[in-house]
């Protein structure tokens, strides 16, 4: 059974840093390409940033672009999403995406990309 858990949300202050952690099981954490998104309240969910399964590439929604850095360890099956320079407009809820097979490159943008979800954390940065 696959399941992906999102750790590491919380309150911050405007300005600050948060690192997002998500833990994959279930399946060879190598051959998926992960994604995180977001959604707060009132808003549908919009895509934040990818990395490829080979962690060579990386791409970002152009609101976090810069601020925000996705990385990954295979080796742990995690990936990470750290975010500095938080903004209050950052707040949501914070979900890991994981999507099997496709290339050693490929990034993935949409929701629909996307077959296996974490139940999401929440990130709440105050002014």
């Known amino acids: 059974q696959v399941q992906l858990v999102e750790s590491g949300g919380g309150l911050v202050q405007a300005g600050g840093s948060m690192r997002l952690s998500c833990a994959a099981s279930?399946?060879?954490?190598?051959?998926?390409?992960m994604g995180w998104f977001r959604q707060a309240v009132g808003k549908e969910r919009e895509f934040v940033g990818c990395?490829?399964?080979?962690?060579?590439?990386?791409y970002y929604a152009n609101s976090v672009k810069g601020r925000f850095t996705i990385s990954r360890d295979n080796a742990k099956n995690t990936v990470y999403l750290q975010m500095n320079s938080l903004k209050p407009e950052d707040t949501a809820v914070y979900y890991c995406?994981?999507?099997?097979?496709?290339?050693?490159?490929?990034?993935?943008?949409?929701?629909?990309?996307?077959?296996?979800w974490g139940q999401g954390t929440q990130v709440t940065v105050a002014s």
């Open positions: 279930g399946l060879t954490f190598s051959s998926v390409a």
């Open positions: 990395i490829s399964r080979n962690s060579g590439r990386t």
């Open positions: 995406a994981g999507r099997i097979f496709g290339t050693m490159t490929s990034l993935y943008l949409t929701e629909s990309d996307y077959g296996h």
